[in-house]
């Protein structure tokens, strides 16, 4: 089991920035990729940004060049730094901590990202 502890969501003006942690526990070696999904007000769940044990990051093209994902695998800890953040970026934010067996995704319990106009 893996357990994922997320902070850093909260209320920010547009054009500001916010940094999402989230720190692993648990049976962390299993896991090869960590990143960051939101679900929006009567949307789907979307994936943010994701980076594998090998350092490859991805990213939505919404957010491409305003948000970066990182990791410090010495805390087993990935975050988010969220720039120029726009009203379209308010949602939850989940951690995931990916792993190619069963039950091959865990998740954080979310964390509130509002972006007031």
């Known amino acids: 089991q893996v357990q994922l502890v997320e902070s850093g969501g909260g209320l920010v003006q547009a054009g500001g920035s916010l940094r999402l942690s989230c720190a692993a526990s648990?049976?962390?070696?299993?896991?090869?990729?960590m990143g960051w999904y939101r679900r929006a007000p009567g949307k789907q769940r979307e994936l943010v940004a994701r980076?594998?044990?090998?350092?490859?990051?991805n990213y939505a093209d919404s957010v491409k060049g305003r948000f970066t994902i990182s990791r410090d695998n010495a805390k087993n800890t990935v975050y988010l730094q969220m720039n120029s953040l726009k009203p379209e970026d308010t949602a939850v934010y989940y951690c995931?901590?990916?792993?190619?067996?069963?039950?091959?995704?865990?998740w954080g319990q979310g964390t509130q990202v509002t972006v007031s106009s």
């Open positions: 995931n901590a990916h792993q190619n067996s069963w039950p091959y995704d865990y």
């Open positions: 648990g049976s962390i070696f299993s896991i090869n990729a």
């Open positions: 980076v594998t044990n090998g350092g490859v990051a």
